[in-house]
Each structure stands twice: as C-alpha cells, then as structure tokens.
C-alpha cells in the first residue's frame, strides 16, 4: 500500500519535522497540499467540489480538496492507500501493527481511522447492536508530547467506528474512496450532530466533520490504542 502525508510547499519545517519523526516507516511519500493562495473557489463551484452554501475557510478548503484528491487517485487505481496529516506521529511498529490489523478485518473494509488529534471524541460500536463507547486518548503527558510515540510499539485492536471530527492517518480502499467522495461532494455546510447530543448540532467546517456523518454507514473501523497521532508542536496543513 501507498503511505502518503500531505504537506504544502510551504510547509518547508513541518515536512521535516514529519521526515525526522517517521524515519522508521518506509516508502513514505509526500502528497502536495492544495495551495490556499492559488484556491479558485468559483471554479470550484463550477466543478461540483463546492456547493454555494459551504462554509469552509479557505485553509479548510485546501485541506479537504487535498484528501479529496488522494481518495480520486485510490478510487481511479483500484489501491488502497495510508493518507496522514503533515503533522502525524506514527508508533515505532506501525508497519507491522497496521498490516495485522488489515488482515484481520474483513475483506472489504472501506476506512480505518489509525489515529487522530489527542482530545477528540470517538465513539465506538465495541458491542455490536449493544453498546457504543464514546471517550477521548487525552493528550500525551511525556514530556516529548506526541513525538514520543515513534519509538514505543503499540498493540491495537480495530473497532467499527461511529464517529469522530478528528483524522490525522487512516487507511481507505478504493471502495472507501468512492463511498467517500459521493458522500461528501459537493463540500457543503451540512448540520453536524454535536457530541453530547444535548448540544444540538453545528454547520459542518471542515472535512473531518463531513466524513463524521458517513462512518456509520460504510465499513469503517478505528484503533485502540491508535498507531498514529496528531503532533500539537505543529499544525496540520
């Protein structure tokens, strides 16, 4: 499988950051973000990526239109792929540990979340048609924050996954991709379901909260503990 990490040519230090703190992970290959400068939102309008009522900054943009892409390349080459933020942190053994995982998922999984910012919610079916399980991995309390999980090993299991707003590394199989993109194009301001259900719900940001919606859905899975984590020394891009 491709390994790809989005990161724009003007994130020169969070590239090396991400190279340094991942040199035990092979074949990584950096993936060119969208460029926010060069972002023509009426073209992309024109193109059905952006619908009229979409709220999005134009970094929340650039950054979805940049997973958005990779989902194209994996759904045209009929490859799964790994996709992580430029700011991603994987665990020491994550070759070895994401490929157990995928074994022991059934054949045709669409999505498995590795990891995402330390804080955000998951929400877990962990008893099928039983019980969910809702909670956060709190931010790392070692000194070195994130950067410390590239050398720790990490046994994980997969759960299916209900939602998060939050992905910094996934896996996604052609099938995935399609389901994905039909999902969540055109980009639009949709209402996202709050995670404490007493809250309401707010219009959608970003991608992350798109994808949210759709989980329950497709066969997607998430790790516990995760594989991969979000780096707060340097933002997501």
């Keep these: 499988m491709f390994k790809f990490f989005i990161s724009s040519d003007a994130a020169t230090e969070q590239t090396e950051r991400f190279t340094r703190l991942n040199a035990h992970v092979p074949d990584l290959v950096r993936s060119v973000g969208v460029d926010v400068q060069g972002l023509d939102v009426q073209a992309m309008q024109q193109m059905n990526l952006i619908s009229a009522e979409c709220l999005f900054t134009p970094a929340a943009f650039a950054q979805a239109l940049s997973h958005v892409s990779l989902w194209g390349n994996v759904a ?14 994987l665990c020491a053994n994550f070759e070895a540990e994401s490929t157990r995982i995928l074994a022991s998922l059934p054949q045709d999984w669409d999505f498995v979340l590795w990891g995402n910012a330390p804080g955000a919610t998951l929400q877990l079916d962990i008893l099928p048609d039983l019980a969910l399980f809702t909670g956060a991995v709190q931010p790392p309390y070692s000194a070195r924050g994130a950067a410390a999980l590239s050398e720790m090993d990490v046994t994980s299991l997969a759960f299916p996954l209900m939602s998060t707003q939050s992905v910094c590394g996934y896996a996604i199989s052609p099938s995935g991709a399609d389901k994905l993109i039909k999902a969540c194009l055109p980009l639009t301001s949709t209402t996202v379901p709050a995670a404490n259900p007493h809250e309401g719900g707010a219009p959608a940001q970003t991608l992350e909260q798109l994808m949210s919606l759709h ?17 707060a020394a340097v933002p997501a891009l």
């Design 215 to 231: 989980y329950s859905t497709i066969k997607a899975y998430a790790c516990v503990p995760p594989l991969c984590m979000a780096d």
């Design 76 to 89: 045209q080459h009929q490859t799964a792929a790994h996709v992580f933020a430029g700011n991603a942190v």
